[in-house]
């Protein structure tokens, strides 16, 4: 079965790049690796996704290993509104079934 | 659009007791979720549907049922409510595409107390 494993907190400084890792294997060959974000009181919103190598979006970078047993969310140049749980998110490769992190709680300090 | 709405926001429930939760998208769109969040936790597939007339078993289905009726209604049952169901409910929606896609939608959740 599927696993993913992430730090449980992190902590920056506003102005710093952030890098947070999830570690995932037996994950669906051809499925995309997706990354949220949750706000206090709120439901999760999509960050970015990718299958592998780079890929770059308006508010963050995702970064894939060929094996694709973990991926790397990358937030440039943090803000204080960047205060929030980071989860990733693969599909299992044996059942299909949506296999999410427990969430790594970033806090920005100024 | 409205998006995914979750009607209701809040309920407290004595044990034993049912309800029903209800989730609407007015994006079209042909998978739905249903997933617990338990305080400081990750989140956990309850069921889920692939479309009209369809649903799926997640990760935890035990104590819960499931309707899709109609394609943008989701519902989401509790026949005999106990306290270990006390959790953050959500909704979401998508449409995968060719290769999967978990870009998911999500409602406001709904905050349920069992006593």
């Known amino acids: 079965l599927a696993k993913t494993t992430q730090p449980i907190s992190m902590d920056s400084y506003e102005g710093q790049e952030v890098n947070i890792t999830c570690s995932h294997n037996?994950?669906?060959?051809?499925?995309?690796i997706t990354w949220y974000q949750q706000f206090p009181s709120q439901g999760p919103r999509f960050i970015i996704q990718g299958y592998k190598t780079k890929v770059t979006n308006e508010v963050a970078s995702l970064f894939i290993p060929a094996d694709r047993k973990s991926s790397t969310l990358s937030l440039p140049r943090v803000s204080l509104s960047d205060t929030a749980v980071y989860y990733c998110l693969v599909g299992d490769s044996s059942n299909y079934q949506l296999i999410w992190g427990a969430g790594t709680k970033l806090i920005i300090k100024p | 659009n409205a998006g995914v709405t979750q009607t209701p926001k809040f309920r407290v429930l004595k044990t034993g007791q049912s309800m029903t939760l209800l989730c609407a998208q007015d994006m079209n769109h042909e998978y739905m979720y249903w997933y617990r969040q338990d305080p400081g936790m990750g989140l956990r597939l309850i069921h889920y549907s692939v479309g009209e007339g369809t649903t799926a078993k997640g990760e935890v289905p035990d104590g819960y049922n499931v309707s899709r009726l109609k394609k943008q209604n989701f519902l989401l049952g509790l026949e005999s409510a106990a306290p270990s169901q006390t959790s953050v409910y959500f909704c979401?929606?998508?449409?995968?595409?060719?290769?999967?896609?978990?870009?998911?939608?999500f409602g406001p959740g709904t905050r349920l107390t069992v006593t």
């Open positions: 979401a929606s998508n449409d995968p595409g060719g290769r999967l896609s978990y870009e998911q939608y």
């Open positions: 037996n994950i669906a060959t051809n499925d995309y």
